[in-house]
């Protein structure tokens, strides 16, 4: 484990760049600022490659709006028209992506700066990170005291994802980074291939919040069971296709998924396997990147998750945490190289 100054924000307080793991194996270097996960490395035919997006500056990272390897929250994804309703009291959080609230707000905890409670040495290379979020904040009920650990090993990362409040409040923690597992970042990401165990995703309607119903992926191209190239075909071949402007939809894993999903780089040379606690995967071809970070390179997101605007949806598992019940997510990233 190291752990070096990764620059200043304004107001004077120091970031940290964590680095995890061995030179033989999987490396993450995580920040403690929006505890951005910056750098997943692994090596690939002798050869360590770079899995995931970054910037080299954290004023890059504090400019960002397109969430580059934040962890997003205190509710990660969307809320509609920025409000819910909870125990008969009606909430109104910050609306940031038109009238709706996205991961978590004008700030999120993706912006904020977390504080490094304990590290595990080498053996069992790990460090925690917390952040306090006070009632109120981006207009949540509750205070919440944010945890989440990372544990690195030769072939895999683990993430556990903590939330404790005094009031019950909406949860939805996960990792927001943008995968190209080919060599060359610049290579298309959707060439990549992509196998979600999945028989059901949640269509949406205007500002991509999902319309309640679950929906069956036989037939369309939505189906991802079986892998393939994950290429969207063009936007008006599918009225769901055409509100997100290719993928960016939330898929209902399967009860017996042995995963959460699994991504291979086009030439097949690296495989990453997901597992998250879901119960759902967002699924983001990342087609809008480029607008914002034209040279940051080509990337797509998949996001083990609770269901978006499952506050304001009751068929959908609940999204409240209360005092008497901790929140608790995992995700585990495993690589395999051919």
């Known amino acids: ?72 929250g205190r509710y990660g994804n969307r809320i509609g028209n920025s409000r819910f309703e909870l125990d008969g009291k009606r909430h109104r959080v910050t609306a940031n992506e038109g009238v709706n609230h996205l991961h978590g707000g004008a700030l999120g905890f993706g912006k904020r700066l977390w504080r490094v409670l304990d590290v595990t040495g080498r053996e069992d290379p790990g460090v925690l990170l917390g952040l306090d979020s006070p009632a109120g904040e981006e207009g949540y009920p509750g205070n919440v005291a944010a945890t989440v650990e990372l544990k690195v090993a030769r072939d895999s990362l683990g993430i556990t994802l903590g939330a404790l409040t005094d009031a019950p409040t909406p949860v939805n923690l996960t990792y927001h980074p943008y995968f190209n597992l080919a060599a060359d970042f610049a290579t298309p990401a959707t060439s990549q291939k992509l196998r979600i165990p999945a028989a059901h995703y949640l269509p949406v309607a205007a500002g991509l919040i999902p319309t309640g119903e679950l929906a069956g ?28 402007g290719g993928y960016d939809h939330c898929w209902v894993l399967s009860a017996d998924a042995d995963c959460a999903c699994e991504l291979s780089a086009p030439n097949g040379d690296v495989v990453l396997t997901m597992r998250g606690s879901g119960p759902g995967l967002q699924f983001y071809n990342g087609q809008f990147l480029a607008k914002t970070h034209p040279d940051i390179g080509s990337g797509i ?34 690589l395999a190289a051919a």
């Open 217 to 244: 992926v036989e037939g369309t191209t939505f189906d991802f069971r079986r892998a393939r190239r994950l290429q969207p075909p063009a936007v008006q071949s599918h009225p769901q296709l055409e509100l997100a």
């Open 1 to 72: 484990m190291a752990m070096n100054s990764f620059g200043l924000l304004e107001d004077g307080r120091s970031v940290e760049a964590i680095t995890l793991g061995d030179p033989s194996g999987l490396q993450v270097e995580v920040l403690t600022y929006g505890a951005i996960l910056r750098r997943l490395t692994y090596p690939v035919r002798g050869v360590r490659r770079d899995l995931i997006l970054h910037f080299d500056r954290l004023d890059d990272y504090v400019r960002d709006r397109a969430y580059v390897g934040s962890l997003v």
């Open 301 to 334: 997101i998949l996001e083990p998750q609770g269901f978006p605007d499952a506050v304001n949806q009751p068929r959908f598992p609940s999204a409240i945490v209360r005092p008497d019940a901790p929140y608790r997510a995992t995700i585990e990233y495993r």
